[in-house]
């Protein structure tokens, strides 16, 4: 693999120097003709207006590519050189109006859609839950995708405040009810907390989903529940999204809406380590915000799970390159 696109290693520049960029890799704008080169895309989305309470989401992509600078080259477990194996390169960020909802999720949908184009696989960071909508209207194919969906909440609501159906609590209602999912492959893992009413998540249920509750999670373990979720989505086109809210708040607090009594940052590492080989076309990490998490633990958290997703986006290239 050229060596264009290989991280800066901290043995030549010391971490703290040099612009950031998602775990050091070279920094690719609209506009720089190296985007054709790029296998895959890790792309800012700092955008926050679906959030109902706590915001500050808008400023998760710039703090992850800080923690990320403590990414290095090898992964161990996988006994692979995931930039060695696909073209990796920061994007920049996708447009968004921070003034006007409907027109940032067009915005975004347009620069991510941009990458799909040109054969990129888009890794996106946010930003609230809501960017997973255009994130799937980018990625849209011939027939709906599967997804494996790490929250502590379904975000499969309807409306909120008076018949508002656009927020962080209903993206994948609204990609169900575009077509972009398919209800049948979509597996959400780690759902908890407390609800508004107990028929919350009944709507996801009805349409197939499996629903995979905090209680079950712990019944069965981590490597059983990356199984069954291979079973969900089989091997059809899949879509990845990591909640980090997904995470017990004992580890990650800087999020819009954390929930007590989730799974730890290792065995979130031990469910993805498990999916290596499904085919997934794009992912996204979201819901990290730096105004709740001052330490930046968050963010580290976020950067190591990035990885780990970064992982399987590259082996699943590699394997697509092999034929």
């Known amino acids: 693999m050229s060596d264009a696109f290989q991280p800066i290693s901290a043995n030549d520049r010391p971490r703290f120097t040099e612009i950031a960029s998602f775990m050091r890799l070279p920094h690719v704008p609209e506009g720089d003709p190296r985007r054709a080169q790029v296998e895959i895309g890790l792309m800012g989305v700092p955008f926050d ?3 109902t ?11 992850v590519r800080d923690a990320s600078a403590l990414i290095r080259r090898a992964h161990r477990a996988h006994g692979m ?7 990796c390169a920061d994007m920049g960020d996708a447009l968004v109006n921070p003034a006007d909802l409907q027109d940032s999720l067009a915005r975004i949908a347009a620069s991510v859609a941009a990458l799909h184009a040109a054969g990129t696989v888009p890794l996106c960071v946010g930003g609230d839950h809501l960017i997973t909508l255009p994130l799937l209207r980018a990625a849209k194919r011939d027939q709906p995708l599967g997804l494996i969906h790490f929250d502590s909440h379904s975000d499969t609501w309807d409306t909120y405040f008076g018949g508002w159906k656009y927020t962080h609590g209903t993206p994948f209602r609204r990609a169900i009810e575009e077509g972009l999912l398919d209800p049948k492959r979509c597996i959400q893992i780690g759902i908890r907390g407390s609800m508004y009413d107990l028929a919350d998540n009944s709507w996801a ?3 197939g989903m499996r629903v995979v509750y905090i209680e079950e999670y712990w019944r069965m373990g981590p490597e059983a529940v990356a199984a069954e979720a291979r079973r969900v989505v089989g091997d ?7 909640d980090i809210d997904a995470i017990d708040p004992a580890f990650a607090p800087g999020t819009g809406t954390p929930e007590i009594g989730g799974y730890s940052p290792a065995e979130a590492q031990r469910m993805l380590r498990g999916l290596m080989g499904v085919d997934f076309v794009a992912a996204d990490l979201v ?6 998490d001052q330490t930046g633990g968050t963010a580290m958290v976020a950067a190591n799970l990035l990885f780990e997703i970064l992982c399987l ?9 092999a034929g």
């Open 49 to 51: 207006l679906g959030t």
């Open 53 to 63: 309470n706590r915001p500050g989401a808008r400023h998760g992509p710039r703090q």
């Open 81 to 87: 050189y995931p930039f060695d194996l696909a073209r």
């Open 205 to 207: 249920e009805q349409q």
């Open 236 to 242: 059809g086109p899949t879509y990845l999204s990591f």
């Open 287 to 292: 819901e990290v915000s730096p105004p709740f």
């Open 313 to 321: 986006l590259a082996g699943r290239v590699a394997a697509r390159r």
